[in-house]
């Protein structure tokens, strides 16, 4: 058994939280924050069972940068932060 590292990004739609993986690019939704992590929890675990019964899982987890360190199962890729800023648009 091996633990991967995942960041969850969460935001609310109306009634639901979204639960979001930006590393994965995986996301999944709930009533509550809990119900939305273990539900993308759950989509992760299920995305790669069937990865691995395709044999692709090894070479997905290589295309999204992660590597395994020792029982860890990293990726290379460290999200810094989050910013929310405005653009100026000229719409018709």
């Not at 993986?21 to 989509?43: F, M, T, W």
């Not at 675990?45 to 020792?70: A, S």
Request: aromatic fraction near 10%; charge should be negative; proline fraction near 1%.
């Amino acid at each position: 058994m091996k633990n991967l590292k995942i960041t969850i990004e969460f935001w609310r739609e109306g009634e639901l939280y979204i639960a979001n993986c930006p590393e994965l690019d995986i996301l999944a939704q709930g009533y509550s924050l809990d119900e939305a992590r273990k539900n993308l929890h759950e989509v992760i675990e299920i995305h790669f069972e069937e990865m691995k019964r395709l044999g692709t899982l090894d070479q997905f987890l290589e295309d999204m940068g992660y590597k395994l360190q020792d029982d860890i199962i990293m990726s290379n890729r460290e999200i810094i932060g989050f910013d929310k800023s405005f653009i100026r648009l000229e719409l018709a």
